[in-house]
C-alpha cells in the first residue's frame, strides 16, 4: 500500500504517506507505548495495539476509532488479519489467541 503506519512510545500511531514521506494522520487512542499496528488486506481499516488497554480498530480514511477489542488478560503483542480481511486474530503474552469476527464489531468503511 502507499500507507505506512508507525506506533509511538506515546500512545499515538502515525500514518505515514510512504511516497512524499509526509505525515497523513495522528492517531490518539492508547495511552501507552504503541506495541503493532495491522492493515486489513483491503487497507480500510488498521489495528493498533498496546500492552494493557487492548485493541484499537481504525477507519483509515477518516482516522476515527471504529471499536477498541478487550479480552487478553495480559501482554498483547500483535494482531494480524486473515486474508479475505473477515477476522482479526490477536495474541498475547498470557498464551491467548482470540479471533474477532469483524462484521460482528464494525461496519465496513
Known sequence: GSVL????GDGT?????????????????????????????NGAILASG???D???????????PLATLQ??????????FSPDGTLLASGASDGTVLLWPLAAIVSSP
Open 54 to 64: 487492548g485493541v484499537i480498530l481504525w477507519d483509515v480514511s477518516s482516522g476515527s
Open 5 to 8: 503506519a508507525a506506533g509511538g
Open 13 to 41: 500511531v502515525i500514518l505515514w504517506d510512504v511516497a512524499s514521506g509526509s505525515p497523513l494522520a495522528t492517531l490518539r487512542g492508547h495511552t501507552e507505548r504503541v506495541e503493532f499496528a495491522s492493515f486489513s488486506p
Open 50 to 52: 498496546e500492552w494493557r
Open 71 to 80: 479480552g487478553h488478560t495480559w501482554g498483547i503483542r500483535s494482531a494480524s
